[in-house]
Every structure is written in structure tokens, then in C-alpha cells.
């Protein structure tokens, strides 16, 4: 079921696959077990002339015992998901690692903008890039992103980066990622936003450091002159 | 009758008793309702301190008065059931009016308040804080209506004699009004209150 | 009185505005089945424009994303409030509660008329929506503000008031038949019909009864404040003054999460029902199977949060409501481990109800298995909002609404209409429906885990979807033919209603006590007496007795199990 997910890019996309097939493991051996013990039952315990079925109400705990006894099982697998899970998710959601780059992203409906600090590295001062649509990035660097959304609630996500996270209008919304190989990858909304959601693409431009300052150098040249 | 089939069992409860559960059954989803709603006030309000000014456009004096109406047609819808039970017909119409006539006197207030705010410009539209107290306050007026409209119907049964082989809806009319008085006394602290 | 059950009944009486507990199951059933035709062809449409993208579809046109979005919410609005609902919840309860207990109508029967009124003036209400200026609501069916609360984000105003009308008019009509359901149980159960001899369905179908009735409360409070957002101009979920669009998501999902146990408690209900039956065995584990209803019940208060992982709430939130999603999977264990255990050693008749019973357990449990993804916060991070999903939602949906209510269905048809359906039909029915159910929608995991993302109107819009062009056409292919494969149903349902052989009283041998009624009961159901109940529900193949069932009705001894005991 997961041999197609999209080709991953990020340093933690490898843990949240981890989870998906560590998941997959578990539910897969309870899905062939039980679907194979019904269609046994089934086939085992048709109706044959003669052969009454035993009566068994399964009120003691004698009878019980295989069901407490699967149950137990159970409940020690929901703890080993939930315990990775923890970890996984405490790295992506919750411990931000300060970043080396830090964006701003402007969603409305029904487009990218991408703010950048530009030179002196503060937000609302003169030499602010604003990029539409396009989001460059340099590899290996932690990208900080603060996102935002001027009127109804967007999802900014990266699919290669295994990120997603949902924009709510009026709050400044963290997220990070970082990336491992060049190349140019997808950015979509996640979230119905309306009309055009559909159409509420943009792109992932990963370069490599010296790429990315001079794509930094370029578009400043471009907006100041 | 539907329900007159019963009575070959006498081992299950009374139709009085079935009727009596689905009010407080009715009683538990409106406090759902209102729970929503007061709770989502809650956490408004505590995230929103610089709302105790706008707590201070209401009046404290009018809102106690109508709390104080609200207590006293409580009152009287109890002796209308005590006078019920006891079969006194006079009393039960006397005390059922009374407690409508009340709710009337609770709803013209709240709408003289309404007046007040609107003639401010303290419109639904002007602010989140006047968003919630026009919809908690409204919604609660809107359940007086409907408790006033019950006890008035009780009423002309009552004046036309009618009233004794119902006699339990006074009981049941009386449930649903101490409800509505309940919700006030958590919506009038909530709103006036907390400036 | 006018509808006297003896005298003569005029016909807008008997069928229109009855208050036979019977009469208003069938205007249910037959309200929700209507619904349903409405509920596939949004499907349909739906599904052509994904398999055929930007070409016009039969019967219909050009599927443009205005009207993709407003598909998308009608679809799942009419199918779970407007199929779900009325079939799962209103149809059963109505008819097979009183029967099972042993009373002779709703506690209330005239409320009963009242909510199936106001539940077909809600249906109207949401229907009329496709046809006012500016279209169908379009906001998804969880309605999320701002994108729903102002007419500016997506140019549907009376839409949107309509929307939010049938739903507050559906509430007050579930509210309302939930008081008498629950009113009948508790008060109407004839002598000996203690509560733990309350035959299955009848406990699922009060589950689910209260699941709706503790949950629906804020969301009716929010409903309130979504609509004046819309019509009064007040902001409460809008930031720009002041709301917080987060408010409804936390109201709709602490409603959205016992819903969907609304839907799924009655169709396990049915199969439970079912199981005994046909493999002639008492239920296994009847207490634990009530007692972890119970506990799922409490459980799915206080999960909601897990469809908000990503929403923006705190991250910190995530953790706690991942740890009580997942351990939801442990009172569902007992549940379908007593389910197989029950037809171990049994003696199995594959009947047509039979096989819907089965086949709901083989694609429930797909359902169940996957919904631990989600469960999961960090692996939604990846999954939430793909068609990993929309197939998860469906492998619960579906097999509750249609594996379960089909097996309801058929499993009461005689009593419900004093016929016998035709089993070659049922059976077609049913293989049709499960082999190109799981064509659909089992292909779809695969395509949101490669990173389809949901409520997208045109997919040939990514790159990354190119690979899947002919899974998707292929994916709606089956789907059509799923939808083709009703009309067995269809005809079998009518056909069989008015030229079906007659059916006796007990056709299943089965004991509860609705199989002591004639098929179809008069109205009052029993004659002059009320049953009274000796036994548990299940006493099947006992072996003090050469008869391979007890009724609960017949005046014997308790053998063993606690089942039979008071
Ligand atoms: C005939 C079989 C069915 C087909 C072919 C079908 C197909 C679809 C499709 C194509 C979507 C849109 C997915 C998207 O774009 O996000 C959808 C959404 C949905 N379906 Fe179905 N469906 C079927 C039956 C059902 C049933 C029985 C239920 C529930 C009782 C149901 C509930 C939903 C819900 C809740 C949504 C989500 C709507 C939203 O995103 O707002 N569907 N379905
Ligand atoms: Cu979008
Ligand atoms: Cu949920």
C-alpha cells in the first residue's frame, strides 16, 4: 500500500515513513489473521446434516480468555505506535530547531506569496524579497517558516517534505523542514479554500548554497532596481 | 389511545413516569446546547480581558431586576403545582398566570434593554462580545417565549376545567421553567457581572 | 380517534400521518433510500470528473470546480446526516426497538410523526439548496469558517443558510425521536425483559441514540452562531473581527466523532443480530460485547481532536488524543473477537442477510485497521486531507450505511412487509456490492498514500497525480458499477413487497421477540396480551432441548450462561 509514496526529501520524512509502515506491520498481520479466520469460519463451519452447532455464551472468563488474551496484545501495540509516534511527532510539530533561513508565507485565496528578510535579516524593513508562487530554499539548511493567511483557512503542504500544516487566518502559524537534494518539487493546499483550491499550486525550488545566494543576490537586483 | 394498551402490565412504569423522563431527557439536551455555548463564552472571555469594559455598558440594576423576576415566577410556578396536587383549581390558575405574567414582565425588560444597546449601536455586528450576549441572551428569551406559551395554554385549560387529567403537565411545564431560570442565573453573572 | 387501530383508516392516516411505530420505520426507510439516489449521483458525478477529468458527463455536463465543491458537500452531507441517519438510526429504531421489547409503539407516538416530519422538511430544506441563487453550500461537509461563514469567500449565501437550516431541523427531529427511543427502552419493556436480555440491536441502537444525544448539543450551539455569521453579520468564527475559525472545528468534531458511532452502533447491531441467527449459537460474550459499547461510547467524547492534528491547535494537544483514538481499537477488539468467536462451531447458513453480516465484518475491519493511521499524529501528518482519507472514511461509512443496513433490510423484510424477498436477487445484490465496493475504494488507499490530496476538483492540475490516470478511470468504472449493482435491490425491495410470496411469523426461527408478532404486526403488534420474556435472546442449539433455538418467550429454565439469567 505505501510502495508509492512520492520520493522522500526531508530529515524527518524517513521517521514519519518509519511510523506509517511500522503501522502497517501490525495492522497488516491483524487484517490477514482475522479476514483468513472468517473466511475458515465460514468455510469450516457450514451447515452439515447432523452436526448441531455447541452452545458457548462465552460468560466466563474460562472463554474469555483468548479474547483478553488477544486484547492484551492489542493494547501493548497501541502503546509501541503511540510511544514512536510521540517522538516523530515532537520533531516536527514541537521541538523547532532555531533556523537557518526563516520565511514568511502569505496564503490567500488562491495563491503563494513567499516573504524573505532579505539582507539584514528582519521582516518589514525596506530590503524585504516578496516572491510569488515560488519557494526557493538552500539544501541541508533548517528552513523556519512562519504562515499566515489574508481570509480563509489554507494548508500549506509539501508532499516530498512529508509536511503539512493548516493556516489559520488572524494567527502566525510555525513549521519547519529541511531538505536533503536539490531539485524541484511540489507545494500544494491541502485544505478546501474555496473556488480555485484546485488550482492553488506552487513550486519548491531546492538549490544548493551557493545556488541560493545567488538566486538571493538575483531577484533583490530585480525588486531594487 | 396508544398509550391505554399498558395497563396489562402493572409491573411497568406509568405513563407519568415516561412522560417525566422524557422532560428531563429534553432538560439534558438543552443543557447541551446552552453548555456550548456558555463554554465557548468562557474561553472568549478569559483570552479577552478588555472585555469587562463592554460588560460595563449593561446594566447591573436591570439585570438583577430580572433575575429577581425570574426567582419569583420560579416561586410561583411552584405553588401552582402544590396547588395542583392539591386540586385546587382557583389557585392553579392564579398562580399560573402570575408566573406568566412574569415571564412577560422578564421579556419586555430584556427588550427595553435590547433598545438601549441598539440606540448605542451595540448591534449583533459590533463586536464579538455583543455577537455572544445578543445570541446567548436571545436564545434564552427565545425559551421563556415558548415556557410562556405553556403555561398560558396550561392556563386556559385550567380556566375551562380541563386541567385535572392533565394535571402532570403543570408538574412537567414547572421542570422545563426552573430550567430556563437556571440557565439565567449562569448567563446573568457571565455577562453582567464580570466588568 | 381518528387512526383507531380497528376502525377503517383513511389513507392519509395510514400512511401519511400515522403514528404507528411500523409505518414511520417504512417512511424512513424509503426517505433515506431516496436520499441515497441522490447521495450516488452526486457520487457519480463526482467520480466521472475524476476518472475523466473536464469531460462532460452523461446525464449531466461538464463538472466545473464550483459545482465539484458543492457535490462534495451535498455527497457528504446527504449521505451520512440524510441516508445515514434515517436508515441506520430512525428506520431501526422505530421499527425494531418496540418489537423487541415487547411494546406496543414508541413511548410517544405522536412526537414520533412530529420528527419524521420535521425530518422531511429538513430533507427539503437541503435539497432546495441546489436550486436558489448562488448554488449548493460549498464549504466541504464539515463547513469549516471562515471559507463557510461569509458569502465572500465562496459565493454561496442562501446555499450556505440552507445548509445550516436542514442540519439544525435534522437535530431537532434526532433530538426529539432520540427522547422517545430512549423513553420507550427504559419504560416499555415487558415483564421479564431485563437489561441484559435486551436483544442486541435494540442496545446498539440505543448506543447510538445517546452517542447522538450528548454530543449534538454544542454543535447546535455552534450551527447557531455559524448561522448568524452568515445572516446577522457577528464574527464568531471570523478573525477579522475577532472570532476563531478554530471554535467550530472543536464543536463540529466533538459532535463528528460519536456521529460517525451513530451510524457504525446500529449496522454492528444488526450484525449482531444476524450472527446468532445464522450460525445457530448464542452471541459470545453478550455482557462484554455491552459493556465495551459503553466503553467506546465514553471513549468517543474525548478523541475529537484527532481530526485537528494539523489544524493549528497546539501541537501539544496531539499526543494525549492519539493515545485515546488508539486505545478506542481496544472495547472494537472485544467486540469483533466475540463477533468471529461466535460463529466458531456454529452451524452456518449463508442466507442473503448472512452475507451482508459477513461482509460487513470483512470491510468494517478494513476500515477499523486503517483508521490507526490516522490515529496516529505524525503519520497524519503525511496522510491527513489525501484519499487515504476518503477510502478510510468510506471502509467505515459504507459497510455500516449499506453492508449493515442491507443486512437489517433483509434480515426484517418479511416482518417489516410480510413477504419473502427473492434470495437469487439478494445474493447478486450482495456480491455486486462487495466485489466492486472494494474495486473502489481499495484502490483509492493507494492513491492518497501516493499523495492524491482530497476535495480536489481537477487532478490533472499535479504533477504527481499523473501516474494515477488510469487507476482513477478504472477507480470509477467500479464505482459505476457499484452504483448499477442497487438495482437488483431495487427491484427485489418493490417487487417482492406487493408479489413476494407471504412470510410466516418466525421465517428465520430466531427468538427474539419480534418474530412472536405476525408478519407484518397489526398495529398494537401483540393481541391482546403482552409477551413476557423468560430467557436471554440468544439461546440457541441448547442442549437440554431437541429444538434448536428457545424464544425468549417460551416459559423455560436458564441453562449456564449468566445470558439467561436475570
Ligand atoms: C456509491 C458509493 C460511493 C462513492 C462512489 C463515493 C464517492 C465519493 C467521492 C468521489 C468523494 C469525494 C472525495 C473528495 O473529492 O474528497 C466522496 C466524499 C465523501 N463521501 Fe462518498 N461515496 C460513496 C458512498 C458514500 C457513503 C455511503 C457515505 C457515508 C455514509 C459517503 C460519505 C462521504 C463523505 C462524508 C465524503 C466527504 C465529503 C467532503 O469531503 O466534504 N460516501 N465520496
Ligand atoms: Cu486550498
Ligand atoms: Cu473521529
Redesign the pocket.
Known amino acids: 500500500m505505501f510502495n508509492n509514496l512520492p520520493q522522500n526529501i526531508s530529515t524527518y520524512g524517513a521517521d514519519i515513513d518509519g511510523i506509517l509502515y511500522l503501522i502497517y506491520a501490525i495492522v497488516g498481520f491483524f487484517f490477514v489473521t482475522m479476514e483468513g479466520y472468517l473466511v475458515y469460519a465460514v468455510v469450516r463451519y457450514r451447515r452439515r446434516e447432523g452436526v448441531r452447532a455447541v452452545y458457548q455464551t462465552g460468560e466466563t472468563w474460562r472463554e474469555m480468555r483468548w479474547v483478553v488474551g488477544l486484547v492484551a496484545v492489542v493494547v501493548f501495540l497501541d502503546f509501541l505506535i503511540d510511544f514512536r509516534g510521540a517522538d516523530t511527532w515532537a520533531k516536527v510539530k514541537q521541538d523547532f530547531p532555531s533556523g537557518d533561513v526563516e520565511i514568511l508565507v502569505k496564503a490567500k485565496q488562491f495563491a503563494w506569496t513567499f516573504v524573505y528578510p532579505g539582507a539584514d535579516g528582519q521582516f518589514d524593513t525596506k530590503d524585504d524579497l516578496t516572491v510569488p508562487r515560488i519557494l526557493h530554499v538552500p539544501v541541508h539548511r533548517k528552513i523556519r517558516l512562519t504562515l499566515t493567511s489574508e481570509d480563509v483557512i489554507h494548508s500549506f503542504c509539501l508532499p516530498e517534505v512529508r509536511l503539512k500544516q493548516d493556516i489559520l487566518p488572524g494567527r502566525r502559524t510555525p513549521a519547519w523542514f529541511e531538505v536533503t537534494r536539490t531539485g524541484t518539487f511540489s507545494l500544494v493546499c491541502a485544505e478546501?479554500c474555496g473556488l480555485g483550491h484546485t488550482k492553488m499550486l506552487g513550486v519548491l525550488e531546492v538549490h544548493d548554497d551557493s545556488g541560493y545566494e545567488r538566486w538571493l543576490a538575483e531577484t533583490a537586483k530585480e525588486m531594487f532596481e | 389511545m396508544d398509550g391505554a394498551a399498558h395497563s396489562d402490565s402493572a409491573q411497568m412504569p406509568t405513563a407519568h413516569f415516561t412522560a417525566k423522563l422524557a422532560i428531563w431527557w429534553l432538560i439534558g439536551s438543552e443543557i447541551m446546547i446552552f453548555g456550548g455555548l456558555i463554554g465557548s463564552f468562557i474561553l472568549f472571555r478569559l483570552a479577552r480581558p478588555q472585555w469587562a469594559e463592554m460588560a460595563h455598558h449593561l446594566s447591573v440594576p436591570i439585570g438583577s431586576f430580572n433575575t429577581l423576576i425570574l426567582l419569583t415566577s420560579s416561586y410561583t410556578m411552584v405553588r401552582a403545582f402544590v396547588s395542583s396536587g392539591r386540586r385546587d383549581r382557583t389557585a392553579t390558575c392564579w398562580n399560573l398566570l402570575v408566573t406568566a405574567l412574569l415571564g412577560l414582565t422578564f421579556l419586555c425588560v430584556k427588550g427595553y434593554e435590547y433598545a438601549g444597546k441598539f440606540s448605542h449601536g451595540y448591534y449583533p455586528n459590533a463586536g464579538l462580545f455583543w455577537a455572544f450576549y445578543f445570541t446567548m441572551t436571545g436564545l434564552h428569551a427565545l425559551h421563556v417565549l415558548i415556557g410562556i406559551i405553556a403555561i398560558l395554554i396550561l392556563f386556559v385549560f385550567g380556566l375551562r376545567d380541563r386541567l385535572w387529567p392533565i394535571a402532570s403537565r403543570v408538574e412537567f411545564t414547572g421542570l422545563y421553567w426552573h430550567f430556563v431560570d437556571v440557565v439565567w442565573i449562569f448567563l446573568f453573572p457571565l455577562l453582567y457581572l464580570t466588568s | 380517534m381518528t387512526n383507531d387501530p380497528h376502525g377503517p383508516q383513511k389513507f392519509i392516516w395510514k400512511y401519511i400521518l400515522s403514528t404507528d411505530h411500523k409505518m414511520i420505520a417504512k417512511q424512513y426507510l424509503l426517505t433515506g433510500l431516496v436520499m441515497?439516489l441522490v447521495?450516488?449521483f452526486?457520487?457519480?458525478l463526482?467520480?466521472w470528473q475524476?476518472g475523466y477529468p473536464n469531460t462532460n458527463a452523461p446525464g449531466w455536463g461538464l463538472v466545473t470546480p464550483d459545482k465539484?465543491n458543492m457535490?462534495?458537500?451535498m455527497?457528504?452531507?446527504i449521505?451520512?446526516f440524510f441516508?445515514?441517519m434515517p436508515l441506520l438510526v430512525a428506520a431501526l429504531s422505530n421499527f425494531v426497538i418496540p418489537l423487541q421489547i415487547g411494546a406496543r409503539d414508541m413511548a410517544f407516538p405522536r412526537l414520533n410523526m412530529l420528527s419524521y416530519w420535521i425530518f422531511v422538511l429538513s430533507c427539503v430544506a437541503l435539497l432546495a439548496s441546489f436550486f436558489v441563487p448562488g448554488g449548493a453550500p460549498a464549504g466541504?461537509?464539515?463547513g469549516y469558517p471562515p471559507l463557510s461563514a461569509s458569502e465572500q469567500y465562496t459565493g454561496v449565501h442562501w446555499g450556505m443558510v440552507l445548509w445550516i437550516t436542514a442540519l439544525a431541523l435534522e437535530f431537532a427531529s434526532f433530538t426529539m425521536g432520540g427522547i422517545n427511543y430512549l423513553a420507550t427502552f427504559m419504560c416499555l419493556r415487558v415483564p421479564g425483559m431485563t437489561y441484559f436480555r435486551v436483544p442486541m440491536a435494540t442496545w446498539f441502537l440505543i448506543g447510538a441514540s445517546l452517542a447522538f444525544f450528548f454530543s449534538v448539543g454544542p454543535l447546535i450551539a455552534g450551527a447557531v452562531m455559524l448561522l448568524l455569521d452568515n445572516v446577522a453579520g457577528t464574527g464568531f468564527y471570523i478573525p477579522a473581527q475577532g472570532g476563531e475559525p478554530l471554535l467550530w472545528q472543536h464543536l463540529f468534531w466533538f459532535f463528528g466523532h460519536p456521529e460517525v458511532y451513530v451510524?457504525f452502533l446500529p449496522a454492528v447491531g444488526c450484525v449482531l443480530e444476524i450472527l446468532p441467527v445464522f450460525s445457530r449459537k448464542p452471541i459470545f460474550g453478550y455482557r462484554a460485547i455491552v459493556w465495551s459499547m459503553g466503553a467506546a461510547l465514553a471513549l468517543s467524547y474525548i478523541v475529537w481532536a484527532h481530526h485537528m492534528f494539523i489544524s493549528g491547535m497546539n501541537p501539544r494537544l496531539a499526543t494525549p488524543f492519539s493515545i485515546t483514538t488508539i486505545l478506542i481499537s481496544v472495547p472494537f477488539a472485544v467486540i469483533i473477537f466475540c463477533m468471529l468467536a461466535s460463529l466458531r462451531q456454529g452451524s452456518i447458513r449463508l442466507d442473503t442477510p448472512m452475507l451482508w453480516g459477513l461482509g460487513f465484518l470483512a470491510t468494517f475491519l478494513i476500515g477499523g485497521l486503517t483508521g490507526i493511521f490516522l490515529g496516529s499524529a505524525s503519520a497524519d501528518i503525511y496522510l491527513h486531507d489525501t484519499?487515504f482519507v476518503?477510502a478510510h472514511?468510506?471502509y467505515t461509512?459504507?459497510p455500516?450505511?449499506?453492508f449493515g443496513g442491507f443486512a437489517g433490510i433483509y434480515f426484517w423484510y418479511p416482518k417489516l412487509f410480510g413477504r419473502r424477498y427473492n434470495e437469487t436477487l439478494g445474493k447478486i445484490h450482495f456480491w455486486m456490492t462487495f466485489i466492486f465496493?472494494n474495486a473502489?475504494?481499495w484502490p483509492i488507499f493507494r492513491v492518497g498514500a501516493g499523495g492524491m490530496?482530497?476535495?480536489?476538483?481537477d487532478p490533472t492540475q499535479y504533477r504527481i497525480l499523473d501516474q494515477f490516470k488510469e487507476m482513477n478511470s478504472m477507480i470509477s468504472v467500479a464505482?459505476f458499477i457499484?452504483?448499477l449493482g442497487q438495482v437488483p435491490f431495487v427491484w427485489n425491495f418493490f417487487w417482492s413487497m406487493f408479489r413476494g410470496p407471504a412470510a410466516d411469523a418466525n421465517p428465520w426461527r430466531a427468538g427474539t421477540l419480534e418474530w412472536l408478532a405476525p408478519s407484518p404486526p397489526p398495529h398494537g403488534n401483540w393481541g391482546p396480551g403482552l409477551p413476557t420474556v423468560y430467557v436471554g435472546p440468544y439461546e440457541y442449539s441448547r442442549p437440554d432441548m431437541a429444538d434448536d433455538f428457545v424464544p425468549q418467550y417460551r416459559p423455560v429454565g436458564v441453562l449456564g450462561g449468566p445470558a439467561g439469567q436475570a
Open positions: 478546501l | 441515497a447521495g450516488a452526486t457520487a457519480y463526482m467520480r475524476l465539484f457535490l462534495v458537500t455527497h457528504g452531507t449521505m451520512v441516508v445515514g466541504g461537509w464539515t451510524i484519499y476518503v472514511f468510506h461509512f459504507f455500516s450505511v449499506f465496493f473502489t475504494f490530496l482530497r476535495r480536489i476538483a464505482a457499484l452504483i
